[in-house]
């Protein structure tokens, strides 16, 4: 009986174990020896001045053996009980074990769709192509699994008493958006820098709807992130960019879920779009740490696909990331990832080298072209993930991914959040990008006339099947 009752029995699971008693800590990611409490406003390693990452107590978590993990997180997974429906805060224990429950700010994200893109699949001449769609989530993005982490942490830290009037970051839209909302959620205000005239209207009314102080900034997204992190150090107002290393720890479960969802199988390759790149060192941590708890018992490659116009980390990939690139960040239709100076770059550089990582660039066409044929087999892709399917077709081109291998594409952002780079696509307007469509398709505009109809119905319909 307590076994068909979710909610009592993980109660019992919880009195037998004290899931509390785990812990996590920031420490520097080049390994200097300081730690600090995730209840600190720390950023930067003192010492180095190197990016902090989040450390968990592995030993602690290593008395339950993998497959208490993988039946726990799995009991857990898509279900009602606070907060472990959260896909996020399933994964507690391994995420942010320091919060307590009732400070856990979640909309329930996580748990988006992994599905057999088999018609994509074979339209690029692979046998086994996966999507995950983590575009389908509360704001739209994958943003919302660190969001959570890093707003609920905020949270605990003033139930404790400290003193935090705002929280702030600078965005190419997406991260404010994620923001904006699980800010909005706990009752925090909320502030947001963006770039002016560079984000879709999407992502704009998505902060304003939400409460946030929306700023427009003449400048770019690293113009934004150098004043964001001016202000903050100075004012007292707490920093949500991905220099925060709590939202990988929420990003990370992207890596744990997929494999979740795939009877904790683990894929050959997995592609994903980057700009500052806490994305990629969030999936390669995912991997890793569940390697050290046995859960896995191999690594998977990670391909990093960038723009043409956005493209550090790919000059570093040529050097064999020998050297950290920066480039001055030219216009991209992948407006998220238009960032030239990447925060996580060293940190994503150490991780593929762990991964056999791969690195891959895409001009504005082959992105676009790239997202329209995905969306003629049934996807509605945003322009990032346009380019992970750009990328992903050169790689197969060039021979580095394998036709038989099972390949996972991380979607970052829903369509609908990047309405006008789709309409103008198929209005052949994107000329300022240089891209002429290779597969658009306009409404048909007519008459309300039956014989206008039918013929626009035939001419169409034959020239369709003719074109296959
Ligand atoms: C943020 C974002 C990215 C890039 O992720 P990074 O962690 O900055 O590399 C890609 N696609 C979308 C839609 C995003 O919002
Ligand atoms: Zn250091």
């Known amino acids: 009986m307590q076994k068909t009752c979710p909610g009592l029995y993980s109660r019992i699971d919880r009195k037998e174990q004290p899931l509390t008693a785990y812990n996590a800590w920031f420490q520097c990611s080049r390994d200097c020896t300081g730690r600090f409490p995730l209840t600190d406003v720390i950023y930067e390693c003192p010492s180095c001045g190197g990016l902090l990452e989040v450390r968990h107590d592995l030993s602690a978590l290593k008395q339950q053996s993998a497959e208490e993990w993988k039946g726990l997180f799995d009991r857990r997974f898509m279900r009602t009980e606070w907060p472990y429906g959260s896909s996020v805060w399933g994964k507690k224990e391994l995420v942010c074990p320091v919060v307590d429950e009732e400070n856990v700010v979640s909309m329930f994200e996580g748990g988006s769709n992994l599905f057999w893109a088999d018609r994509l699949g074979h339209a690029f001449g692979l046998d086994d192509l996966w999507v995950k769609q983590c575009g389908n989530s509360h704001t739209g993005s994958f943003k919302d699994l660190g969001m959570t982490v890093l707003v609920s942490m905020v949270n605990q830290m003033v139930s404790d008493g400290q003193k935090i009037p705002a929280v702030a970051c600078a965005s190419s839209g997406d991260t404010s958006a994620a923001l904006a909302a699980y800010a909005a959620a706990a009752g925090m205000q909320a502030v947001v820098f963006l770039p002016k005239d560079r984000v ?209 594409v991380i979607s970052t952002a829903h369509g609908l959040k990047f309405t006008e780079f789709k309409i103008d696509y198929h209005r052949d307007a994107l000329g300022d990008y240089d891209v002429s469509p290779r597969y658009p398709n306009l409404p048909v505009e007519l008459p309300a006339d039956y014989e206008a109809v039918k013929q626009a119905l035939l001419t169409r319909i034959e020239a369709r099947s003719g074109a296959g």
Not at 358 to 372: R, S
């Open 200 to 408: 879709s209207t999407a992502q704009l009314v998505q902060p304003m709807s939400n409460g946030a102080l929306v700023l427009s900034l003449d400048t770019d997204f690293d113009g934004c992130m150098t004043l964001v992190k001016e202000i903050c150090a100075n004012e007292n107002i707490y920093l949500a960019n991905s220099m925060n290393s709590l939202r990988v720890e929420g990003q990370k479960t992207v890596a744990i879920e997929l494999v979740q969802q795939d009877d904790w199988q683990v894929p050959d390759w997995v592609v994903v779009p980057g700009g500052n790149l806490g994305n990629p060192t969030a999936l390669g941590k995912g991997f890793l740490e569940m390697q050290e708890l046995g859960m896995i018992d191999r690594l998977p490659r990670i391909a990093v696909a960038q723009s043409a116009n956005a493209n550090p980390l790919y000059l570093s990939y040529q050097n064999n990331f020998d050297t950290l690139e920066t480039v001055q960040a030219r216009a991209t239709l992948a407006s998220a990832i238009q960032i030239g100076n990447p925060v996580s770059q060293e940190k994503a550089a150490k991780i593929l080298k762990l991964f056999g990582g791969v690195v891959e660039q895409v001009t504005e066409q082959e992105l676009a072209d790239a997202a329209a044929r995905a969306d003629r087999t049934g996807l509605f892709c945003c322009p990032h993930t346009g380019v992970a399917f750009g990328g992903l077709i050169k790689l197969l081109e060039r021979g580095v991914i394998k036709p038989e291998e099972k390949v996972v």
